[in-house]
């Protein structure tokens, strides 16, 4: 398997541009996680699904991110403006209920730049 | 807000020593898993314990948790260079799937 995917690496954007982030979980995972990491606060959740649904969106920091999983093999996250304090590296993170535990796969992430 | 915290936040040591980093929290787990981040990369699952007192062994490394299932620890006999990097706790809530991670503790092993 390939592992979680995410895109792109790296994006570097102006204040009030839209931003898209890509993930691709692992196929057969039915739980999937955007985070986000910075040095200050460290890996925060923002949202997780299951099953393509969205079970708890408390730490999508305000109404700028939204986050959507239209099929089990996709999900964005979206940030419209973006703001300098935006910047930071985003993880995606996919794991199955089978094993009876969160045992997370993360992506690679994706280091944002606001300017 | 349900806090997961870990100590130390930073620690430098030399090629073959040993160490220990702990993970503490108020709140009790249901599992608490522990990863591992390099620069660059996302965190990489190092191990689940799921009961009190649990003890797990990676090679060089041992994972505690504790009887309360409220904190745990890791300890790294003989250290290497390549175990530099940053060692983060994660506490799974009880009823669901939702995890929290604390700060991290970022490990420096000089050769």
């Known amino acids: 398997d390939a592992g979680v995917i995410q895109s792109p690496r790296h994006e570097v954007t102006e204040m009030g541009q839209e931003v898209t982030l890509r993930c691709k979980p692992i196929?057969?995972?039915?739980?999937l996680f955007w985070y986000r990491q910075t040095m200050m606060r460290g890996l925060e959740l923002l949202i997780y699904?299951?099953?393509?649904?969205?079970?708890?969106d408390s730490g999508m920091p305000e109404d700028r991110f939204s986050a959507k999983m239209p099929n089990a093999s996709f999900s964005t996250l979206k940030i419209q403006p973006s703001e300098p304090r935006d910047s930071a590296v985003y993880f995606c993170?996919?794991?199955?209920?089978?094993?009876?535990?969160?045992?997370?796969?993360f992506g690679p992430g994706t280091r944002l730049t606001v300017l | 807000t349900q806090l997961l915290e870990q100590s130390p936040q930073f620690l430098s040591i030399q090629e073959g020593e040993n160490l220990t980093v702990y993970c503490n929290s108020s709140?009790?787990?249901?599992?608490l898993q522990w990863y591992r981040q390099e620069p660059g990369e996302g965190p990489v699952l190092l191990v689940t314990?799921?009961?009190?007192?649990e003890v797990k062994k990676l090679k060089r490394l041992t994972f505690q948790f504790g009887d309360a299932r409220k904190d745990s620890s890791l300890h790294i006999t003989a250290a290497q260079p390549g175990d530099t990097g940053l060692y983060l706790c994660?506490?799974?809530?009880?009823?669901?799937?939702?995890?929290?991670f604390g700060a991290g503790t970022r490990l420096f092993v000089k050769a």
């Open positions: 993170a996919s794991s199955h209920s089978g094993t009876g535990y969160n045992e997370q796969f």
């Open positions: 196929s057969g995972h039915d739980y």
């Open positions: 699904f299951n099953n393509n649904v969205p079970i708890d």
């Open positions: 709140s009790v787990f249901s599992s």
């Open positions: 314990v799921v009961t009190g007192g």
């Open positions: 994660a506490g799974e809530y009880t009823g669901g799937f939702k995890t929290i």
